[in-house]
């Protein structure tokens, strides 16, 4: 069944490929030999068009589903993931627990297909976030994702708490950021600067308290995502090390 479904939906989405597209997406993306998304194949479809394509097919099962995240194009597997978040949102407001354990632990199980950081920045707060937040044990799985060697794995850990901190839940962030100081990556201090701003955006003197602590020791490009929105002579400061 997960096959016909998987032939029927890249039928679909070929309609409303774009080569042109696909050619840019390829660079952003980083796709050419020895970068992050090394060999990942895109149509050139737009978020909003898989978005609303999703909405059609919300209620595909985990096998169907398993095809998608198993195809070699990159939105058919960004469209597995935005049915996956659709599907948690659902169960979520139906309180259906169960589903939503169901539908982590399938995402969790399938982490090696979630191979590019906006298939990770779109569904992991929405899944691993929201699901982590209600658990005893959150810290403790979020850290372990911190402590992998796979990159994809790594942004999780920090993205996931993006789901925290719109709860006005900061100290996982903060744990996490601080963890991933001396982390090699430069996607891994984009996100935990990005995760720090938003920490900033709700409560700026918590922020400004990480930042007195770290910002000597901090990626250069996770303090500039991070103090992005503050005022320019703080800004210009922190930059300086003032």
């Given at each position: 069944m997960g096959v016909v479904v998987e032939s029927a939906i890249e039928k679909e989405l070929q309609k409303v490929a774009s080569s042109a597209k696909a050619a840019v997406?390829?660079?952003?993306?980083?796709?050419?030999?020895?970068?992050?998304?090394?060999?990942?194949?895109?149509?050139?479809?737009?978020?909003?068009?898989?978005?609303?394509?999703?909405?059609?097919?919300?209620?595909?099962?985990?096998?169907?589903?398993?095809?998608?995240?198993?195809?070699?194009?990159?939105?058919?597997?960004?469209?597995?993931l935005l049915i996956l978040v659709l599907q948690y949102q659902k169960a979520f407001k139906l309180q259906e627990r169960e589903f939503c354990g169901d539908i982590y632990k399938f995402y969790i199980d399938n982490f090696q297909r979630i191979n590019n950081w906006d298939l990770v920045d779109l569904s992991a707060p929405h899944?691993?976030?929201?699901?982590?937040?209600?658990?005893?044990?959150?810290?403790?799985?979020?850290?372990?994702?911190?402590?992998?060697?796979?990159?994809?794995?790594?942004?999780?850990?920090?993205?996931?708490?993006?789901?925290?901190i719109r709860q006005s839940s900061f100290l996982h962030t903060?744990?996490?950021?601080?963890?991933?100081?001396?982390?090699?990556?430069?996607?891994?201090?984009?996100?935990?600067?990005?995760?720090?701003r938003e920490v900033g955006k709700r409560d700026q003197e918590c922020l400004e308290k990480f930042l007195r602590k770290n910002r000597k020791v901090m990626p250069r490009t996770m303090l500039r995502y991070a103090i992005e929105r503050f005022p320019e002579d703080l800004r210009k400061s922190y930059l300086r090390g003032g």
């Open positions: 997406l390829q660079r952003f993306f980083k796709t050419a030999p020895g970068e992050y998304g090394e060999g990942d194949k895109f149509l050139g479809i737009t978020v909003p068009v898989l978005r609303s394509i999703a909405k059609k097919h919300s209620t595909l099962d985990f096998s169907s589903l398993s095809k998608l995240l198993e195809s070699s194009w990159h939105e058919m597997r960004l469209l597995a899944i691993v976030g929201a699901e982590l937040f209600l658990k005893d044990e959150g810290r403790e799985v979020l850290l372990s994702f911190a402590e992998s060697n796979d990159l994809w794995s790594r942004r999780i850990a920090i993205v996931a708490t993006f789901y925290f903060l744990e996490i950021s601080e963890f991933l100081l001396q982390d090699k990556a430069d996607l891994i201090h984009k996100a935990c600067g990005w995760m720090l």
